[in-house]
């Protein structure tokens, strides 16, 4: 059974739309991570959250991107006006409550067409 | 300089063979060292997990760091075709910021 379930697992949207991408996890999580992988490229943080507050973003994270935890189980990851550079698989992290290893979502394919 | 950094390139061997991989970075203040698998399209699955300079060992994986050296690796022992993926390397400080490198793309031939 996963850690962190993502849902979708593929979005396809047009350029400037909005786009709401889910991740649940299956215990109380305190840190949550996403991150991006263009295809064939790196895995790249985006931004950390811990206690209902971003901890830590990278320079990819600008004003297009947002997180939320609204309901206290979900946490959402927002792109507001996508574009088409922002395809890309995004991942879900999360530690145990160790906070030493992280475990990964399955992960949701975003295409902007 | 990068912050983390990744070898060898794309890696074919035969089954059976032996596979190292490798990483070195640059931040002493990591701590903690990963290495996970990524199949194609899927997330990343955490294979090794140390925080010691020596050696890790789980069945046909073996995880080494160096921490003077500043330098961290992944020994497959009796490569099978389903071990064909990616592998990442990872680190944390004694924060929250965890950083990969790029990834070795791995295919074992049968």
């Known amino acids: 059974e996963p850690e962190v379930t993502q849902t979708p697992s593929h979005q396809v949207t047009q350029m400037g739309q909005e786009v709401i991408l889910r991740c649940v996890p299956i215990?109380?999580?305190?840190?949550f991570y996403w991150y991006r992988q263009i295809l064939g490229q790196k895995v790249e943080f985006l931004v950390s959250?811990?206690?209902?507050?971003?901890?830590?973003k990278s320079e990819i994270f600008d004003d297009q991107f947002s997180v939320e935890r609204p309901d206290g189980s979900n946490f959402t990851l927002k792109i507001r006006s996508t574009k088409l550079e922002d395809s890309a698989m995004y991942f879900c992290?999360?530690?145990?409550?160790?906070?030493?290893?992280?475990?990964f979502g399955s992960g949701t394919q975003l295409s902007v067409l | 300089q990068k912050e983390v950094e990744q070898d060898p390139g794309p890696l074919s061997v035969p089954e059976g063979a032996i596979v190292s991989l490798n990483c070195t970075y640059s931040?002493?203040?990591?701590?903690?060292f990963m290495w996970y698998r990524q199949y194609s399209r899927k997330g990343p699955e955490l294979l090794m997990y140390?925080?010691?300079?020596g050696n890790k060992e789980d069945g046909r994986f073996t995880a080494q760091v160096d921490k003077s050296s500043k330098y961290i690796s992944l020994f497959i022992r009796d490569s099978q075709p389903s071990d064909s993926a990616t592998y990442l390397c990872a680190m944390r400080d004694y924060g929250q910021n965890f950083v990969f490198g790029p990834g070795t793309r791995l295919s074992v031939l049968p």
């Open positions: 959250f811990y206690n209902n507050e971003i901890s830590e």
């Open positions: 215990s109380n999580h305190l840190y």
């Open positions: 931040n002493s203040a990591f701590q903690y």
């Open positions: 140390t925080y010691s300079s």
């Open positions: 992290a999360s530690p145990r409550d160790d906070n030493e290893k992280l475990f």
